[in-house]
């Protein structure tokens, strides 16, 4: 399909009045025109995932370890701003292989509107905005813009079910290697599944304390951070799924150092800010992790393109 | 000027889809509620009183009605849930969705499974889901299953397949919800606790089938 080019005759003057000839011409694209498109089609989609949006909006302020939801649509936008140049400067072919995309993206909003399966039809939106910008835009526009599409991918909430079965899992996971690092710190720690018994006071490790949606938030962090700076594609892939395991490492320091002050100065260690917002000590914790990571990883890049 | 045609496509595959949202018929009740007030006070040798503490079995918010009951047998107690669900499409049934055993205070709580012969039939057995719950009072053996209709479900997302299956194009789907439970004695093998739920789970299974054969 090509969609947005205008095919015209121009006038190729050589020098000689003699050899003024007419040509076919490269098909100029009225990108403007394109581009307006593409607005009026992102805001239609935007009207008709209204209600999913809302609802997605209404989960992220709800629960605190969705609210990293909030940033990611700003992040993808700001995704899309740093690459504002090279998107003008584009060509703008539309292709047809976007509406496949479009109609599969519908299909899902409707199943998942209609049988009660939000993820479903919370997916469909990030796929649905890329078969939009391929159909009306073409594969430059959209190899361009794919990873601050895919971005929004992650403000999207895991289906409920998987995410308790993976936030118990992840409870346990963080117990037993707390209670491991306790024994060889020489705390005599008991542990029973999601509790610790520490001689002074018992401590449970909570659905708030497990890694889980602290990984969430971090790998749309080290998915954005990898964004930020120019490096090699597997450094980028590298550095956003480094992050998951940044924040897990991060969230068991966290429960340690909690355990620890527990045993040695009490209820204090609990019932502090620090503790209250320890989703936002892991946060910062792995931004640093991620920068020194990254700085490590840097080396090896240099030295290859060097 | 070519613009227009793909721009046009994609409103009107849009606006199809707008169309088919906002013309679906809402989503009606479809369980007869008789069936959660058909769990009799005596199964067999069990004979039940009213209520349940939430320790045991959590109520959840987004049922519409239930019946809650304590049975005894001697010196063993169990503790039975129907809960009827509707409105199956509202988004705040999902913050409730594992309103299904105690979750706090809670240390441990172990996956077993549960093969039963639900119909009377050893030809067709369910597996059903149970669980060991580690709590401090005590350990708790919890099994359930999900019904729509007058169909057992043990698996959740085969039920929850089905749900889906059933709200697009029945545009109906209530759905039942029991829930059994007993106490598991440190020294008593899971097995006999099991046998016990096994035992429970075909009686109340056998009553709810007699209500919706009505």
Known sequence: ?306 | MRIGLPLGVILLVLAAGAGILHTVPPVKGAVNPAAVFALPVTLGAWSGTDGISEWILPLDPSEQTSVRRTYRNGTHVAWISVSQFGVQNDEARRASINKIYPIQNVSLIEKLSLTVSLTGSPASPVTLPAVVVHQDLGRLLVTYWHQIGNDVYGGEYRYRLTLMRDLIFKRRADTLLVRIATSAAPGRPVADELAVLSDLATSVRAALSTEFRK
């Open chain 1, 1 to 306: 399909m090509n969609g947005v080019a205008t095919r015209e005759k121009v006038i190729v003057d050589t020098g000689t009045p003699a050899e003024v000839v007419r040509v076919d011409a490269v098909p100029r694209v009225d990108t403007r025109r394109a581009w307006l498109a593409l607005g009026v089609a992102v805001v239609a989609v935007l009207g008709l995932y209204a209600p999913v949006i809302a609802g997605m909006a209404a989960e992220w302020s709800e629960f605190p370890s969705l609210s990293h939801g909030f940033a990611i649509p700003f992040i993808s936008a700001y995704l899309l701003w740093s690459r504002r140049h090279l998107l003008a400067e584009a060509p703008v072919q539309g292709s047809i292989i976007g509406l496949p995309l479009i109609v599969l993206a519908v299909s899902m909003l409707l199943v998942g509107s209609l049988g009660a399966e939000p993820f479903l039809a919370r997916f469909s939106l990030p796929i649905i905005l890329m078969g939009t910008v391929l159909f009306l835009m073409g594969t430059r526009v959209a190899r361009l813009s794919r990873m601050a599409i895919a971005y929004l991918a992650l403000m999207i909430p895991l289906p409920y079910l998987t995410l308790n079965a993976i936030t118990y899992r992840s409870r346990l996971f963080d117990a037993g290697a707390t209670a491991t690092a306790l024994g060889w710190l020489g705390v005599p720690v008991l542990r029973e599944g999601v509790m610790l018994q520490l001689p002074n006071m018992r401590l449970m490790v909570a659905d708030d304390c497990s890694s889980i949606p602290a990984i969430a938030a971090l790998l749309a962090l080290g998915a954005a951070y990898a964004q930020l700076q120019a490096r090699p594609t597997w450094a980028r892939v590298v550095l956003t799924l480094a992050a998951a395991p940044l924040g897990l490492f991060s969230n068991i320091v966290r429960i340690i150092l909690t355990s620890l002050g527990a045993y040695y100065l009490g209820p204090i260690a609990i019932n502090n800010v620090i503790h209250k917002f320890g989703g936002t000590t892991v946060f910062l914790a792995t931004v640093v992790l991620l920068v020194v990571f990254d700085s490590v990883l840097s080396r090896f890049y240099t030295k290859a393109q060097s």
